[in-house]
């Protein structure tokens, strides 16, 4: 069963958060942006190591085939984490307004020692590495973490900054746990788990701190967001089945489908119905029709050009403010359920393709979980249904 539950938390974590930081990247402010930009580069380095370690576990003997494709991935993420650090080192600048240049210089200079460390031939790159470089690579990372540590910890009561401290804390903690003791006892690298989970809650707070507000544009955005996830599922679905010279059928097939279709057009149909139904109906509650056209001076009605009705109904049909507080448990579910599902799609389409028939885990595990993802896209679906329902009765019947 680890081969299964891995694999899902490991793709499920590369989605949301890479997810996560589209869609912070989306936000208008600078600050927002490069937090975005630093959760993507999280997602997509970790995921040079993470993707061969589940290609490791979905395949029968698995961890000897990609032990060269695991350890050129983690080349990868180590410089990828390196660079997400002095991203982060400048978010908590900006949010402390600490603008010492001591310490900026000390970040980039352990960054600059890491990276040296990490490129050096006797890291034995390709192979089970060396223990001994694996330590010393991670001295000057850590020294970077224990400066974050402190300096977070000093302006916890800064907006953006409450419980980051504690985070970036235990990911180191539980990381030189695996990086210590690992190699001798492998039981220890379970505690990559909660060093993933300490990620993903750094970047929710992120996603907190810079999206406070639900409206109409977070699930616009959000359709934006699984559009890039369903291209780049496509993308995956092709050129993985190209390189295992695959021709049946497999579920990859249908991620790209299940986010651009059901992610991106529904979720862009919703925010078109609630801009529509909230503008038309709060301007017809006055009266029983809408004015289309311009009195003269005579007091007759004049038709006014069609273009001009479009922009004047889309001018009223997207006024700001609009409070959607109430949609976001429904939206919640429907996101969750979509991303499980999709979750369980991947791992399904991996599994087929790797596994060539060996069974490594009982099967009906893996289609309860994909079912409980229906069941929460079902719940999301009908819920959000209901709720553009409400939002856009007709005016003609709210007057009766």
């Not at 990247?25 to 490069?34: D, I, T």
């Not at 698995?62 to 494709?69: C, D, I, P, Q, S």
Request: proline share 4%; net charge positive; glycine share 10%.
């Amino acid at each position: 069963m680890m081969h299964l539950m891995e694999s899902c938390f490991d793709l499920a974590y590369l989605g949301l958060v890479i997810g996560l930081g589209l869609r912070i990247l989306l936000e208008k402010s600078k600050p927002a942006k490069s937090f975005g930009l630093m959760a993507i580069i999280l997602g997509v380095g970790d995921a040079f190591h993470l993707l061969p370690r589940v290609l490791s576990q979905l395949t029968p003997d698995g961890f000897a085939k990609y032990e060269a494709a695991r350890s050129w991935g983690l080349l990868v993420t180590s410089i990828t984490m390196t660079i997400f650090y002095i991203l982060f080192y400048y978010y908590y600048r900006g949010r402390s307004q600490d603008r010492s240049e001591g310490k900026r210089k000390l970040i980039y200079l352990l960054a600059a020692l890491r990276l040296i460390l990490l490129v050096l031939p006797q890291n034995a790159w390709g192979t089970e590495g060396v223990y001994g470089m694996s330590l010393l690579r991670n001295v000057p990372f850590t020294l970077m973490g224990i400066l974050l540590i402190v300096w977070t910890y000093q302006h916890r009561d800064k907006a953006g900054l409450e419980h980051v401290c504690w985070l970036i804390a235990a990911s180191f903690l539980f990381y030189l746990i695996v990086v210590v003791g690992a190699p001798f006892v492998p039981a220890l690298g379970a505690f990559m788990i909660p060093k993933t989970l300490a990620y993903i809650f750094l970047v929710v707070s992120g996603y907190r701190y810079f999206i406070q507000d639900f409206g109409p544009e977070n699930i616009l955005k959000a359709a934006n967001v699984f559009l890039w996830l369903g291209l780049v599922g496509g993308v995956f679905y092709r050129e993985f089945t190209k390189y295992f010279a695959w021709t049946d059928r497999t579920s990859l097939r249908v991620v790209h489908v299940h986010l651009i279709a059901l992610g991106c057009l529904f979720l862009s149909l919703l925010y078109l119905l609630v801009r529509l139904g909230r503008g038309q109906g709060k301007q017809g509650q006055a009266g029983s029709f809408t004015q289309v056209g311009n009195l003269n001076q005579t007091g007759s009605l004049t038709q006014e050009n069609p273009l001009t009705q479009a922009e004047n109904l889309v001018t009223q049909s997207t006024r700001p403010n609009l409070d959607l507080s109430a949609w976001k448990k429904p939206f919640f579910y429907f996101v969750t359920g979509l991303s499980w599902t999709v979750t369980a799609f991947m791992v399904r389409g991996i599994y087929t393709i790797c596994a060539q028939g060996v069974a490594l885990f009982p099967d009906g595990a893996l289609s309860g979980l994909a079912g409980v993802g229906h069941v929460l896209l079902g719940i999301g679906l009908v819920w959000l249904s209901l709720k553009a329902l409400k939002e856009n009765l007709p005016v003609e019947a709210e007057g009766r």
